[in-house]
């Protein structure tokens, strides 16, 4: 079974939990670590012979544009995380299309391919915003994977189909494949574990028992995704509460080693690729 490994590539401030105590317009005067560390990634799956989708962010793209080269030059599929991480939910429809527009357009100069796939920062396709599909469709793109379709204080759509589906379409549109990041159906509820901080906070016997599951029993392949400040745990403490303090740096030192158990247990490709694109 072939499974998708993806990317998010933002740095360790531009965490939408992070809104409140980093503004944006110190982002340029803080020390980034975005492209060591999604160099490090780049390297596990070299070593690992693993290929996957790099959501990466516009703003990201305009700095490091040789970083996206190189994860062109990898063998990778390069997708877009929007520009500067701004939450769908606080977007206009238009003010929207500028910035996927733009973080397109950022990408596709710098490494000369096409962005096809399109995640938004946090989850952030929600039941209120789920017209962005119809935009994404308008402006070219060919896959989202954006939806959650768990609970969560700050996204998801609990009752949003496990699997791909193809979504939008109306009225002559194009259609868009929308792949949900994986969850398990256990007691009635779709509960995350493969990815982000729930690969770092569950017990790894659950998350391979639930790779297990949906790789075999249900003939299902996993969405992967991580960030590259989640592999490493020397970053920048910040002054945030305390729940946000556990989400974002528990377990930030096993991260590393469990993508490596997974690389080595399951066979990992990207998103385009699983969709057949």
């Given at each position: 079974?072939l499974?998708?490994?993806?990317?998010?590539?933002?740095?360790?401030?531009?965490?939408?939990?992070?809104?409140?105590?980093?503004?944006?317009?110190?982002?340029?005067?803080?020390?980034?670590?975005?492209?060591?560390?999604?160099?490090?990634?780049?390297?596990?799956?070299?070593?690992?012979?693993?290929?996957?989708?790099?959501?990466?962010?516009?703003?990201?793209?305009?700095?490091?544009?040789?970083?996206?080269?190189?994860?062109?030059?990898?063998?990778?599929?390069?997708?877009?995380?929007?520009?500067?991480?701004?939450?769908v939910?606080?977007?206009?429809?238009?003010?929207?299309?500028?910035?996927?527009?733009r973080?397109?357009?950022?990408?596709?100069?710098?490494a000369?391919?096409?962005?096809?796939?399109?995640?938004?920062?946090?989850?952030?396709?929600?039941?209120?915003?789920l017209?962005?599909?119809?935009?994404?469709?308008?402006?070219?793109?060919?896959?989202?994977?954006?939806?959650?379709?768990?609970?969560?204080?700050?996204?998801?759509?609990?009752?949003?189909?496990?699997?791909?589906r193809?979504?939008?379409g109306?009225?002559?549109?194009?259609?868009?494949?929308?792949?949900?990041i994986s969850?398990?159906?256990?007691?009635?509820?779709?509960?995350?574990?493969?990815?982000?901080?729930?690969?770092?906070?569950?017990?790894?016997?659950?998350?391979?028992?639930?790779?297990?599951?949906?790789?075999?029993?249900e003939?299902?392949?996993?969405?992967?995704?991580?960030?590259?400040?989640?592999?490493?745990?020397?970053?920048?403490?910040?002054?945030?509460?305390?729940?946000?303090?556990?989400?974002?740096?528990?377990?930030?030192?096993?991260?590393?080693?469990?993508?490596?158990?997974?690389?080595?247990?399951?066979?990992?490709?990207?998103?385009?690729?699983?969709?057949?694109?």
């Amino acid at each position: 079974m072939l499974n998708a490994f993806s990317v998010d590539v933002e740095d360790y401030f531009q965490v939408a939990s992070f809104e409140n105590a980093i503004p944006r317009a110190s982002w340029d005067g803080l020390e980034p670590r975005v492209e060591r560390n999604t160099r490090r990634l780049l390297d596990l799956c070299d070593r690992h012979q693993v290929k996957g989708t790099f959501f990466v962010l516009g703003w990201v793209a305009e700095r490091w544009p040789q970083l996206v080269r190189d994860i062109r030059d990898a063998g990778h599929e390069l997708g877009t995380h929007g520009q500067d991480h701004r939450r769908v939910t606080t977007l206009t429809p238009r003010e929207f299309r500028a910035d996927i527009r733009r973080s397109k357009q950022t990408i596709e100069d710098a490494a000369g391919v096409e962005v096809i796939g399109y995640r938004a920062p946090s989850y952030s396709i929600v039941r209120e915003t789920l017209w962005a599909v119809d935009v994404l469709a308008e402006e070219g793109f060919r896959y989202d994977s954006s939806i959650f379709p768990i609970r969560h204080d700050r996204y998801g759509i609990p009752d949003f189909s496990r699997f791909p589906r193809l979504l939008g379409g109306h009225d002559g549109a194009a259609a868009l494949h929308e792949v949900p990041i994986s969850t398990l159906r256990l007691a009635g509820m779709n509960l995350p574990f493969v990815g982000g901080g729930y690969l770092r906070h569950f017990p790894f016997s659950f998350i391979r028992w639930g790779m297990e599951r949906l790789n075999g029993f249900e003939r299902r392949p996993a969405i992967l995704y991580i960030h590259p400040w989640e592999i490493d745990p020397d970053q920048p403490r910040q002054p945030v509460r305390w729940l946000t303090r556990l989400r974002h740096y528990r377990n930030l030192h096993r991260t590393e080693e469990r993508l490596v158990r997974l690389f080595s247990d399951y066979s990992f490709t990207t998103i385009r690729e699983v969709l057949g694109l």
